[in-house]
């Protein structure tokens, strides 16, 4: 299944910043190895201020792709939504 993930950042008032430097580093790391694992496959940062991201993931269910949102280091801070994709018979990519 394919998911659009839009993901939204607030560290915490009061947070070191070296915590935040750790796990932005750590985050990184986790990213890169799950677009190794396909989970991943694209990543946009929309216009304007705050750290956001909208991502096309994919997961064999919304159980798995809770997984692994789970385990990336900053999701303690996170606002997650997420929209499930469908088929869409005039999607010109279908046949790639």
Do not use: K
Not at 12 to 23: F, I, K, M, S, W
Not at 81 to 92: C, I, K, M, S, Y
């Amino acid at each position: 299944m394919e998911f659009l993930v839009q993901i939204s950042l607030e560290v915490p008032p009061g947070t070191a910043q070296e915590e935040v430097d750790d796990r932005v580093r750590a985050e990184a790391v986790r990213a890169a190895e799950l677009a190794d694992l396909g989970h991943l496959q694209r990543l946009w940062r929309p216009e304007g201020p705050g750290w956001r991201n909208i991502g096309l993931w994919q997961a064999d269910d919304p159980g798995q792709l809770h997984e692994l949102l789970a385990s990336l280091p900053l999701h303690p801070w996170m606002t997650i939504e997420v929209r499930a994709l469908g088929p869409h018979p005039n999607d010109p990519g279908a046949g790639a």
